[in-house]
């Protein structure tokens, strides 16, 4: 059964960084096939896109505030890919969600939380 789970989240000060993991698992042929995305989620606000990465091996981040100081990476023979945050800022506090996405199906993690707090 495919599953996705997320690990490093926590707390962090404003500035500081965090890495978050997504490793896949069940998934034949590995991430290598897989378009990963990361989302997050406030409270009370929409689950937005923070960055992709293609199985073409393209990186795409986007919203303008996480750009410059997010990258996404992935590691296909660990079936793992990676979100690496930089200067983080009370306004990244949210629950960060991974993505999958393998032809015409698209599957989640459990999600994780990042606070941003001093």
């Known amino acids: 059964q495919e599953q996705l789970v997320e690990s490093g989240g926590g707390l962090a000060q404003p500035g500081g960084s965090l890495r978050l993991s997504c490793t896949a698992s069940?998934?034949?042929?590995?991430?290598?096939?897989?378009?990963m995305s990361w989302y997050r989620q406030a409270p009370g606000l929409k689950r937005e896109l923070v960055a992709t990465h293609t199985k073409f091996g393209h990186a795409v981040n986007y919203p303008r505030s996480v750009q410059g100081r997010f990258t996404i990476s992935r590691d296909n023979a660990n079936n793992t890919v990676y979100l690496q945050m930089n200067n983080l800022k009370p306004e990244d506090t949210a629950g960060y969600f991974c993505n999958a996405i393998k032809e015409d199906s698209t599957y989640w993690g459990q999600g994780i939380q990042v606070t941003v707090s001093s």
């Open positions: 069940g998934f034949t042929g590995g991430i290598s096939v897989l378009t």
